[in-house]
């Protein structure tokens, strides 16, 4: 069964460094999505790709966080510099129907750890 | 933006219970709620969802209530099993707008 790839599962870094997280999502899914887990609560988005085209990316730190799709297939969200706030799990997910319309499909998540 | 809180933050019940989760929301156009399960150190899974057509589904031992005037649904398993112990999560949308999640639930199975 197809599954959407995330690297790396785990990331330490301390602040003010720069940390990258990529995904790879289920082949076919047009759909592709950035969410942060903070422990405790529920998954909130950070940017919304439809094929290579950002659809919503209001809650997206932009003076710190990056997100790119460039061939609309696999995705890199970069953080720089990384801040003690931003520990958390950074899950991707995907869909195959056209956005927010269908079921997610969620990695494995990178947990990343700023000291 | 929508807003949705959800209820109990955790939850016990004793093997073969029935456990019930439940979920408000506050935009009155929303029109899709799924229900994710997440265990733990694991990915969050759709296990069923609704939409605003519909007032029940079921599947199996699980299924999802909901009411549009009121603005809420509610997550119920039946005959619960030690695997049901998880981090459920409800949300909400409509239309193409972004997903809303609830702040989850953690479920414990007591055997």
């Known amino acids: 069964e197809a599954e959407v790839a995330q690297s790396p599962r785990y990331k330490i870094t301390e602040k003010s460094q720069a940390v990258a997280f990529w995904c790879d999502p289920i082949?076919?899914?047009?759909?592709l999505y950035w969410y942060r887990q903070i422990l405790g609560q529920g998954p909130e988005l950070l940017v919304q790709?439809?094929?290579?085209?950002?659809?919503?990316d209001s809650q997206l730190p932009k003076d710190r966080f990056s997100a790119e799709r460039l061939k609309g297939v696999d995705s890199t969200l970069k953080i720089q510099p990384a801040e003690l706030g931003d520990s958390a799990m950074y899950l991707c997910?995907?869909?195959?129907?056209?956005?927010?319309?269908?079921?997610?499909?969620f990695g494995e998540g990178s947990r990343l750890t700023v000291l | 933006g929508e807003n949705v809180e959800q209820h109990p933050s955790t939850l016990s019940v004793q093997e073969g219970d029935s456990a019930v989760i439940k979920c408000t929301y506050s935009?009155?156009?929303?029109?899709?709620f799924p229900w994710y399960k997440q265990e733990l150190g694991k990915r969050p899974q759709l296990i069923i969802d609704?939409?605003?057509?519909?007032g029940e589904k079921k599947d199996q031992r699980i299924a999802v209530t909901l009411n549009k005037t009121a603005k809420h649904f509610s997550l119920h398993i039946t005959e619960t099993q030690p695997e049901d112990s998880a981090v459920y999560f409800c949300?909400?949308?409509?239309?193409?707008?972004?997903?809303?999640f609830g702040t989850g639930t953690r479920l414990t199975i007591i055997p």
């Open positions: 790709f439809q094929d290579e085209s950002v659809v919503d």
């Open positions: 082949s076919g899914h047009a759909t």
């Open positions: 935009d009155s156009a929303s029109n899709y």
């Open positions: 949300a909400a949308h409509r239309g193409n707008e972004k997903l809303t």
């Open positions: 997910a995907s869909s195959r129907l056209a956005a927010n319309t269908g079921e997610l499909f």
């Open positions: 609704i939409r605003s057509n519909v």
